[in-house]
Each structure stands twice: as structure tokens, then as C-alpha cells.
């Protein structure tokens, strides 16, 4: 069984495009994540949910929309894609977002734009 | 501010001994937390560290200096299997616990 999944794992679309990635978690967490990772390697926080709620969201542009219709899934729509905007992006959760939790994180969804 | 630095590459022999350092600055610091990322692959957890001193977990250990800012995992008995980086991560932030990736150390494991 796998504890977090994404999808797609692949994504290649054109410039000003709307394209969504899906995440389910079948751990029965509370808090779940969006992480960006870029060429750089660096693995950046985008936001994070608790129960539903909006617990957590950097400065990320407003193209950027997550959606959690339940605690065990978190969802995010990209409008309007840019070319900055290839990257892996990985989904992530934890028990409820305390101190010290391990994240556990999904596949990654491998996103290019054209 | 954040602030987070670890050696970018590093080389070492299937058998020996390596140690990853890395240095941190964050607001609200609680804790450590070190990932390895396989190539390719999603991070995994490897240690979490609250306390000042060493926390010793099989091959790995990882130790945590809070007023110095300074962590360290240690790999012992270097496997090829352990080529990947190794991803320092604080735990922080204002507004609930944050954890702050570093861009991670690549270890490449030779023969």
C-alpha cells in the first residue's frame, strides 16, 4: 500500500496552461504539505494544511491554489503556468503538525513547462 | 532570518567513515531533522535531534550543538546504497513548526 501518492508523476505542458497535481495520504494524518524543489535542489515549503485548514503558505504566487477537500487529500491547481515554474513538486504529511513529526512524502510530480 | 549550509559534493570509500556537516540559522529553532533523497527518489527520514549531543541509530548518528547552530550525520560502513544527499533540515519558523530544507550534501559512495 502506498502511504502517499501523487499524481501525475509526469507532467509537460505549455506556458500559460492550468494543470492540477492530486495528493492522497493513506496514514490518517491530520497535516499535509506542498513542496517545491527546484533545480537547485532546494526542497521549499509552499503550504501546509491541518485538518482542512490553511495552516501554513509562503510567498507563493497567487497562480498557486491548494485545495484539501478532506484531510486526506491535498490538491494543487496551477494557473496560468510559467516557465519558472518547472520543478518537482512533493506532497507530504504528517501526524498533526507538531514539533518534531517525520514527514512522509510522496513520489513527486515532475512538472515542465514549455 | 533562515540560513542554512552544508557542503555541496562529497566523496568517500564503500567501507569508511564520512561525516556531513551542517551549519543553521532559523528563528525558533526546536529541533533537527536530517533526510536522505536517493537520486531521482522522494526524501526519507533518517533522525531527528531536540537535545544537544548524539543520537546513535545503526550505521547513521547524527549530532546537534543548539547554541552553536551545528549538526552533523555520520555514516559508518559506508554501502554503495548510501549515495544520495543528505538533506539538513531544521525545524522552525514563526506560526507553527516549519521544517527548512538546506539544498542537501550529494555523497557519492566509491568502490
Known amino acids: 500500500d502506498t502511504a502517499v501518492s501523487q499524481t501525475p508523476k509526469y507532467l509537460v505542458t505549455q506556458m500559460g496552461n492550468d494543470k492540477s497535481i492530486k495528493c492522497e495520504q493513506n496514514?490518517?494524518?491530520?497535516?499535509m504539505y506542498w513542496y517545491k524543489q527546484d533545480s537547485k535542489k532546494f526542497l521549499k515549503i509552499m503550504f501546509s494544511y491541518n485538518n482542512k485548514e490553511l495552516i501554513i503558505n509562503e510567498t507563493v504566487p497567487n497562480r498557486f491554489s491548494p485545495k484539501s477537500p478532506d484531510k486526506a487529500h491535498l490538491n494543487l491547481h496551477i494557473n496560468s503556468l510559467e516557465l519558472g515554474d518547472s520543478a518537482v513538486y512533493f506532497c507530504a504529511s504528517s501526524q498533526d503538525g507538531g514539533g518534531g513529526e517525520t514527514q512522509y512524502f510522496g513520489p513527486g510530480t515532475r512538472l515542465l513547462v514549455l | 532570518g533562515q540560513n542554512i549550509d552544508q557542503p555541496t559534493e562529497m566523496t568517500a570509500t564503500e567501507g569508511a567513515i564520512v561525516q556531513i556537516n551542517c551549519t543553521y540559522q532559523?528563528?525558533?529553532?526546536?529541533?533537527l531533522f536530517w533526510y536522505q533523497q536517493h537520486a531521482g527518489e522522494a526524501p526519507t527520514f533518517l533522525s531527528y535531534?531536540?537535545?544537544?549531543g548524539l543520537e546513535e541509530k545503526g550505521r547513521f548518528s547524527s549530532f546537534l550543538s543548539r547554541s552553536k547552530g551545528y549538526s552533523y550525520l555520520l555514516l559508518k560502513e559506508l554501502q554503495m546504497k548510501d549515495s544520495a544527499s543528505y538533506l539538513c533540515a531544521p525545524e522552525g519558523g514563526t506560526g507553527g513548526f516549519k521544517t527548512i530544507f538546506g539544498a542537501g550534501t550529494r555523497l557519492f559512495v566509491k568502490a
Open positions: 496514514l490518517g494524518h491530520d497535516t
Open positions: 535531534n531536540v537535545l544537544d
Open positions: 532559523t528563528s525558533g529553532f526546536n529541533g
